[in-house]
């Protein structure tokens, strides 16, 4: 426990000379900017973002999570934390050697041949190098940073001091949920930082894209991949983001940019698992067109449940039912205590009217996020995950094809997986009727029996109010602190008193046990 909070004090001083170097007074002033509880005009959004990018690897990845959070974070600087360059400085190959052995041991040079010393691409997780199978087979060999556990710990910690010193000062920040946040980041952070999730998702989109044409998921060798290595068949392919070369080539982008978007598409309304990490650096096109995706350490689930929400919501539009589109907003849980619903009906009667006339080819993806976010701010609602994600990406996926064919719409290409959705839509709703008339059925038993047992049996019912306990935690921490206080006074005050009687071994004992408490005591008064 003592060495970790030396440890958190060093990582604190570390960040704060970080921050001191670009200018910002300390972690705190950094965090009221970053989450716009001030403005300083003199701080450009760029500066805020290229401190995330010196701070390492935890705060980039925090940086990342709050670009999908505009509930949290101030569009203005949403726009800098999405352009967050997730490049970082290659650690030697002594280390990437120290870390194969570890994980292989004698059976290192029996499974490679050789591994180039120079890494072809180093991020926050981890860095990537060229290697050779005995086998003969080219592969990338992916190589996470060592002791990034620890930082990822230790930063996360930190981060929830900080939160804890903002939550005192700042009413906002307590209706924000940024611990939350901080227990998000942490917990996606780890799993992506775990391989050997990493090579499960693998295995999931290779047999989802199995004999599919025009996209690719490159071979995954779960067998000889660990929690720290990762090893992949290696893509010798042109970026999808450099279109002049795609080009040369005589490669078809406006091809290139259907193929992605259908693909992404299948991701999400058939499968119910995609990328949620689809920026130009993870997408590479080979010669005959074909994409290739890659770094499967970011997914997104959507399940059926949360499909039938966005399919109501589709349908809400179309028909101008209000109650359609709301269900939407109460199946992901949105709603806050601050949401004030005359509001909140209005402005959502207005966005359906907008894009109510609207033909699917009409419809600018980017512009349609854009204005979800601004209803979502102004509304006071909850961001779930699983949308912020869906957003990001869909941006992201945007903004590629846009590059690849500027006239290119990507919603145009919804209309078919909109209709096989349909389908299934349907399908589900006539299941829902069959279930509800079943639950209905068996509602007049369930009732007869709660009624029987209410008669019969003594029924407790036990009311947790969460702001109370946490109260009666603070209390009871408070009291211990004076607890040890009072002990130690008593215990010096009786050492004195032992002193002046003559009685020194006795003395001697209670001064050593009042050190002791005093210590204990003044530890838990300036514990974090």
């Known amino acids: 426990m003592f060495k970790k909070k030396v440890k958190l004090v060093k990582r604190a001083k570390e960040v704060s000379l970080t921050l001191s170097k670009l200018g910002f007074y300390n972690i705190y002033e950094y965090f009221k900017l970053l989450f716009g509880l001030e403005v300083d005009p003199q701080t450009k959004p760029k500066k805020i973002r290229e401190a995330l990018e010196r701070l390492g690897p935890s705060f980039i990845k925090l940086g990342q999570i709050l670009s999908t959070r505009p509930d949290i974070v101030p569009v203005y600087i949403i726009d800098e934390l999405i352009k967050l360059q997730d490049k970082v400085a ?7 050697e120290e870390i194969l052995i570890r994980n292989y041991g004698d059976k ?20 990537v190098h060229i290697g050779y199978l005995k086998t003969g087979e080219k592969v990338a060999v992916k190589v996470r940073r060592p002791n990034l556990e620890e930082l990822i710990e230790l930063d996360a910690e930190l981060m929830l001091m900080v939160i804890n010193f903002l939550e005192k000062h700042f009413e906002t920040v307590r209706r924000l949920n940024l611990k939350g946040v901080i227990h998000q980041f942490k917990r996606t952070t780890l799993r992506e930082a775990d391989f050997s999730i990493e090579a499960q998702n693998f295995k999931i989109f290779e ?9 690719k998921v490159p071979k995954c060798f779960q067998e000889i991949s660990t929690s720290e290595v990762l090893i992949t068949e290696f893509v010798d392919g042109i970026k999808i983001s ?101 509001n909140f009906e209005t402005d959502l009667q207005f966005f359906l009217e907008k894009y109510h006339n609207k033909r699917l080819e009409e419809i600018n993806l980017k512009e349609m996020i854009e204005d979800i976010i601004e209803f979502i701010r102004n509304n006071h609602l909850k961001l779930p995950s699983d949308i912020a994600y869906l957003g990001k990406a869909a941006l992201n996926l945007e903004g590629t094809v846009r590059k690849l064919d500027p006239k290119f719409n990507p919603t145009q290409r919804l209309k078919k997986f909109i209709k096989t959705t ?107």
Do not use: C
């Open 90 to 96: 290659p650690f030697d190959y002594a280390v990437v």
């Open 108 to 127: 290192l040079w029996e499974i490679f041949d050789r591994i180039e010393k120079q890494p072809i691409a180093s991020a926050s997780i981890s860095q």
């Open 207 to 215: 047999k989802n894209f199995e004999g599919y044409k025009g996209f």
């Open 242 to 342: 450099e279109v002049e070369k795609l080009q040369e080539k005589g490669l078809d982008t406006v091809e290139i940019a259907k193929r992605l978007t259908d693909a992404y598409f299948k991701m999400v309304f058939k499968d119910g698992v995609y990328h949620a990490d689809p920026h130009p650096g993870n997408l590479f096109v080979l010669d005959d067109g074909t994409i290739v995706a890659i770094d499967f350490g970011m997914i997104a689930f959507l399940p059926k449940t949360k499909k039938r929400y966005f399919m109501d919501y589709i349908v809400g539009v179309i028909t101008l039912d209000l109650n359609l589109a709301i269900h939407f907003y109460e199946g992901f849980n949105m709603f806050t205590p601050y949401t004030d619903f005359n």
């Open 422 to 528: 349909t389908t299934d839509y349907i399908k589900e709703k006539s299941l829902e009727v069959r279930d509800a008339a079943q639950l209905y059925f068996q509602l007049i038993f369930k009732v007869e029996h709660i009624y029987r047992l209410l008669i019969r049996e003594r029924i407790t019912f036990q009311i947790v109010f969460k702001d109370l306990l946490e109260l009666q935690e603070f209390y009871r921490e408070q009291i211990g602190k004076i607890a040890y206080s009072i002990i130690f006074i008593g215990l010096l005050v009786s050492s004195a008193l032992f002193f002046s009687a003559g009685k020194e071994s006795i003395g001697d004992t209670l001064l050593i046990l009042s050190a002791v408490f005093g210590a204990v005591s003044l530890y838990k008064i300036l514990r974090f």
